[in-house]
């Protein structure tokens, strides 16, 4: 069956404008988190969704958000971009909020200029 | 939250050889996840591993949840076993996984 599949894989924003990352989870699943990996602060935790409700949030500004639709699909928006805002963010499935076994998308790589 | 640390940073073997990756944790988890990120980003499940021992293959993983470690074992490296390894855990309620700072894996030929 089909992966976690991220889209899209590679963009370039400047510093200002607002982007906008795509993931549709596995199917079957309805639970969708979202990373964010940078060398500096290595993979941190930005917030989980499952049935269309956020449950969980890590500690990111408001500029960072986002929603799941009915179909799971999961979308993450990041507003007024930031050089540090520079990363790689990845996606994760999960069949339910408490089964355990995270699968991983191959991530959204955004560069801030 | 949880703390996790992952040792070593970094290893470098030649092909053919052992290798043991260690993770501590601070707290009692209902989580643990050991992932290889491969050159271009994608972190692949090796193994989920609150408590016991697991194999697949040349890998093994093994976690003693009472002393808050586990072991990840690479026998007989090979140059495509190159890359990072994390570490992630997840503890009581809090939903997410925590990751460690990963080692860095090269294999030489």
């Known amino acids: 069956k089909a992966g976690v599949t991220q889209t899209p894989r590679y963009l370039i924003k400047t510093r200002g404008q607002q982007v906008t990352l795509s993931c549709s989870p596995i199917?079957?699943?309805?639970?969708v988190s979202w990373y964010q990996q940078t060398p500096g602060q290595g993979l941190q935790f930005l917030f989980e969704?499952?049935?269309?409700?956020?449950?969980n949030k890590g500690n990111f500004p408001g500029r960072f958000s986002g929603r799941q639709f009915s179909n799971s699909r999961s979308e993450m928006n990041v507003s007024t971009l930031e050089l540090g805002d520079s990363a790689l963010y990845l996606c994760?499935?999960?069949?339910?909020?408490?089964?355990?076994?995270?699968?991983f998308g191959a991530g959204s790589r955004l560069t801030v200029l | 939250g949880i703390q996790v640390e992952q040792s070593p940073p970094d290893l470098i073997l030649q092909e053919g050889a052992n290798s043991t990756l260690r993770c501590n944790f601070s707290?009692?988890?209902?989580?643990l996840q050991w992932f290889h990120q491969n050159p271009w980003g994608q972190l692949i499940n090796l193994f989920y591993?609150?408590?016991g021992t697991k194999q697949n293959g040349r890998l093994s993983a093994t976690t003693v949840a009472t002393e808050r470690y586990s072991l990840l074992y690479i026998s007989s490296s090979q140059t495509t076993d190159s890359g990072v390894y994390f570490c992630?855990?997840?503890?009581?309620?809090?939903?997410?996984?925590?990751f460690g700072s990963g080692t860095q894996l090269t294999v030489l030929p």
């Open positions: 994760a499935s999960k069949r339910g909020s408490g089964a355990n076994v995270l699968t």
């Open positions: 199917s079957g699943h309805r639970s």
């Open positions: 969704y499952f049935s269309e409700t956020q449950r």
């Open positions: 707290d009692s988890v209902n989580n």
């Open positions: 591993i609150p408590s």
């Open positions: 992630a855990a997840e503890a009581g309620s809090a939903r997410q996984l925590t």
